[in-house]
């Protein structure tokens, strides 16, 4: 057998294994959703995952998770290998890690005649015509929402005696599809208030890469004096207060911090070094998602096609009362609600 | 060689012996290359501050423990752990789990706990993360000690390891209250201003060169990185030398994600894959430092100098990028750029060693 026969065979065998998973699986009477997104192990889409999982076995659905690893490509293979199997759900949901590269695989999946519900990322010019609707959160509410508690902050210091504040933003790398939707809501939010941004650093995501971005930020604007910094998420925030306070800042008095996502240091906001967030849970999320795929497969439309999840802000006052209630009926502290160190 | 031979070899002066050693291209690169990194520290405003200096090794100082402790297993000619950051994922899970477990504090049961109480707690949960890391360290080495492909034996052990940090912490993040006993190494400052961390990355590299310079082992690493027929017919045989240098790098990485949950008092396992470093990547990262050091990638030739230089001179570049207001995108191709002119750079340096020898 030639090298390329083997190959041809284990693809084979890999398809026809692949079709008798999925037929196992969706051949029954309930209607059954598959869902393409990032791993569970990024804590945000791990906790959208247990949305979409339980309130789809709360609502009788069977649902089938294919995972990749921030990985266009790796997507795009498995939706060929789904199609290839045969066996069509009645929903997908399409999380793409990269809405523009993915738009091959959203075009063969809505081909099948299969509706797609789109998460997280807004739907733009060319995929809209391809799905039923968007579930997912609202960059630019959560970002305004933080502009409005930076005016709010502010407001406070000039009544105190305050005046001219110096902004510096901890952002997404610049590339980022989120980061423009975020910077424009927030500089619209802070219009015509004591606030300048004299500072946008886009180190990267996450915790060390927020540290790193300020410190580096600090030595460059510290002279010129910092007195709010805006986190265009709470991990990116929670490195960035660890560096301000390296630096001798006195986080709250001399620096005031607001983030967005609730994904940083719970403790951080009740110590008084972040004076708030947005809430964005990724759990509502998941939720969402199956609530936009119930009401449209039970009246074969969405009454929005854009649907967010609520965005309200958080602070060390209201902390330990905010909820929301979830899609499944159930009422969620921010401690279920939010995907950082939350639980502690 | 004859002692006038000797006498005019040690008179020659240091430029002089700069063009016996190296080719003019070698130089000119170099030069070229000094001459554009000057002028860019003394060009930039609040790049040569005390400050601003600290801030870069503070910068360099994680990424560089590692790759202090990668620069080991690279030595003795048993290329790289690409299980680095799985190692740090799985330490940092392990470490922060027994920091949040009510059962290890150790103080009262009400108010606040005692210091002896965190240092305990702490302590406890140092001690079994560096088990683990030596496990995960002696596991791989044992078996490419054996013969197997380091690249194949550390990407099957990076599955195993992130799966297991990500079955054990449910893929959440798990957290950690302050006070807690990690904080002094994670954000706390013994010497002035001067971030522990950045003192215990000087501490370990000092530490890490001095032991391959002066110590028997350190010798046994370049003999069997260099030369491992040679190393075999003296008596030190792979096996043993590829264990070792792995729990090394094992546990530099399991120290890291120690001092990097006492930052941020949380562990997520997904820490290591997309937090550091413009490529997102650790293990990658520094995989890079340990190249742009100059370190051969087939052993026995190098240092742990060489490595923490080099992870200052990547974490200096992107500083300078910083404060000159460019984004990420140019910083990756920057930082990219580097490590491929100082492939190119150490590659002739070596091939014209090779020539002169």
Redesign the interface.
């Known amino acids: 057998m030639t090298y390329l026969e083997k190959t041809m065979r284990n693809m084979m065998v890999g398809v026809l294994a692949f079709g008798a998973m999925a037929t196992a699986s969706l051949a029954q009477d309930k209607p059954s959703i598959i869902s393409f997104n990032g791993p569970?192990?990024?804590?945000y889409i791990?906790?959208f995952i247990k949305g979409i999982k339980d309130t789809a076995e709360l609502k009788g659905f069977d649902i089938q998770v294919f995972e990749n690893q921030f990985n266009q490509a790796e997507q795009d293979q498995q939706v060929q290998q789904v199609l290839a199997a045969g066996v069509l759900p009645d929903v997908f949901i399409w999380w793409p890690s990269d809405a523009v590269a993915g738009l091959g695989s959203l075009r063969a999946l809505a081909r099948t005649g299969v509706p797609v519900l789109k998460i997280n990322q807004l739907p733009n010019e060319q995929d809209k015509q391809y799905i039923f609707g968007y579930a997912g959160p609202d960059d630019r509410l959560r970002a305004r929402n933080a502009g409005y508690m930076m005016r709010e902050a502010a407001a406070a210091k000039s009544a105190a005696g305050g005046e001219g504040f110096n902004v510096l933003v901890l952002s997404y790398?610049?590339?980022y599809g989120g980061y423009g939707l975020s910077i424009n809501a927030f500089k619209e939010a802070i219009a015509g208030s004591d606030l300048t941004i004299i500072g946008d650093?886009?180190?990267?995501?996450?915790?060390?890469?927020g540290?790193?971005?300020a410190?580096?930020?600090?030595?460059?604007l510290?002279?010129e004096g910092i007195h709010f910094v805006y986190g265009m998420d709470d991990a990116i925030l929670?490195?960035g207060i660890?560096a301000l306070?390296?630096?001798?800042y006195s986080m709250g008095e001399d620096v005031i911090a607001v983030g967005t996502v609730c994904n940083g240091?719970?403790?951080l906001i009740e110590?008084g070094k972040q004076f708030g967030t947005t809430l964005q849970s990724p759990l509502h999320e998941g939720q969402l998602a199956i609530k936009m795929v119930e009401e449209y497969l039970e009246t074969g439309e969405l009454a929005n096609y854009i649907n967010f999840t609520p965005n309200p802000a958080v602070t060390a006052t209201n902390i330990d009362t905010v909820a929301l209630r979830g899609y499944d009926g159930k009422l969620y502290g921010i401690d279920e609600l939010c995907?950082?160190?939350?639980?502690? | 060689m004859t002692d006038a031979t000797a006498m005019s070899v040690d008179d020659l002066n240091f430029i002089q012996r700069i063009r016996r050693d190296y080719s003019p291209l070698v130089i000119a690169m170099v030069g070229l290359f000094i001459v554009v990194f000057v002028a860019g520290a003394t060009l930039t405003d609040d790049f040569l501050t005390w400050f601003n200096v600290k801030t870069i090794i503070r910068d360099a100082a994680l990424v560089g423990i590692m790759a202090i402790g990668l620069t080991f297993v690279t030595l003795s000619g048993n290329f790289f752990l690409l299980s680095m950051k799985e190692i740090a994922a799985l330490s940092i899970i392990c470490f922060a789990t027994l920091m949040g477990a009510e059962w290890n504090q150790w103080g009262p049961a009400e108010g606040d706990p005692t210091t002896s109480a965190l240092m305990m707690t702490f302590l406890v949960a140092f001690a079994a993360t560096m088990i683990i890391a030596t496990i995960t360290g002696a596991i791989q080495g044992a078996l490419i000690g054996l013969g197997g492909n380091p690249i194949v034996v550390t990407l099957g052990a990076a599955g195993l390891f992130f799966g297991i940090g990500s079955w054990w912490s449910d893929n959440l993040v798990v957290s950690y209250r302050r006070p807690h006993g990690a904080e002094w190494l994670g954000t706390g400052s013994f010497l002035g201003d001067i971030p522990n961390i950045t003192v215990a990355f000087i501490i370990i590299a000092v530490a890490a060169e001095l032991t391959l310079r002066y110590t028997t082992f350190g010798r046994q690493v370049y003999l069997v990185g260099a030369n491992r027929a040679a190393g075999r017919a003296t008596g030190h045989e792979n096996f043993g030398m590829a264990i070792k240098c792995c729990i090394i790098a094992s546990v530099c990485a399991a120290f890291v994600a120690v001092a990097f949950s006492g930052q941020v008092s949380s562990a997520h396992v997904n820490y290591f894959s997309s937090e550091f470093g413009s490529s997102g990547d650790m293990t990658i990262m520094v995989i890079a430092i340990v190249m742009v050091g100059g370190n051969s990638i087939m052993g026995g030739y190098g240092s742990t100098l060489r490595t923490s230089l080099g992870a200052i001179f990547i974490s200096s570049i992107d500083n300078m990028m910083v404060l000159n207001g460019f984004n990420s995108g140019a910083r990756v191709l920057a930082v990219g750029l580097m490590i491929v002119f100082s492939i190119i750079v150490f590659a002739l340096v070596r091939r014209g060693s090779r020539a002169v020898e």
């Open positions: 569970a192990g990024e804590a791990g906790r790398p610049h590339s650093v886009d180190e990267g995501f996450g915790q060390a890469n540290y790193k971005g410190a580096k930020a600090i030595a460059a510290r002279d929670t490195g660890k306070e390296e630096a001798g240091d719970k403790q110590e995907s950082g160190a939350w639980g502690g």
